[in-house]
C-alpha cells in the first residue's frame, strides 16, 4: 500500500504493540489484558469494578473473563463494597501486586525504549496528535 492512511497506521502499530505485550506477558504465564488490569487497580484501596470497564476501555464480557482468570490465578479478590452494598471492590492480593509491579516493568521497559529511539519533540507531537483525534471522536467532529 503506498498510501497508509491515519487509522491503518493507528490500527497496524497497536496490533504490533498487543503482539509484543502478550509474547512477554506469555514468558509469565500471563496475557496483556491481564497485565494492563494489573496496573489498572488501585493497589491500597480497591477498585470498584464498575469504574474499571470505563477506566480500560474494555467490554464488560471481556473483563469479567479476565477479571474470573485473575482470581483464578490468585492475582485478586473481591470483597462487597462498603459504601454500595451491590457492588464489588477488586483487590490486588500479595501475589497481584508483584505481578502487578512485572507489569509496571515491562510498560517502562516499552516507554524507555521508545524514548530513546525518538526525539522529545517528535514524541511531544505524537501526543498532540493522539490527542486531537480522540477530541475529534469524542466530540463527534468526524461524523455527524
Known sequence: MKYKTIDYILRATWQAVAKMYNEEAGKFDSTMATGFTLLSLDPEKGT???ALGPKMGMEGTSL?????NMEEKGLIIRKPNPKDGRGVLIYLTSFGKEKRE???????KFNETVKNHVSETELENFFKVAEVI???ISEKK???
Open 64 to 68: 469479567s473473563r479476565t477479571l474470573k
Open 102 to 108: 512485572t507489569s509496571k516493568e515491562v510498560v517502562l
Open 48 to 50: 470498584p469494578s464498575t
Open 134 to 136: 480522540n477530541e475529534l
Open 142 to 144: 468526524i461524523f455527524k
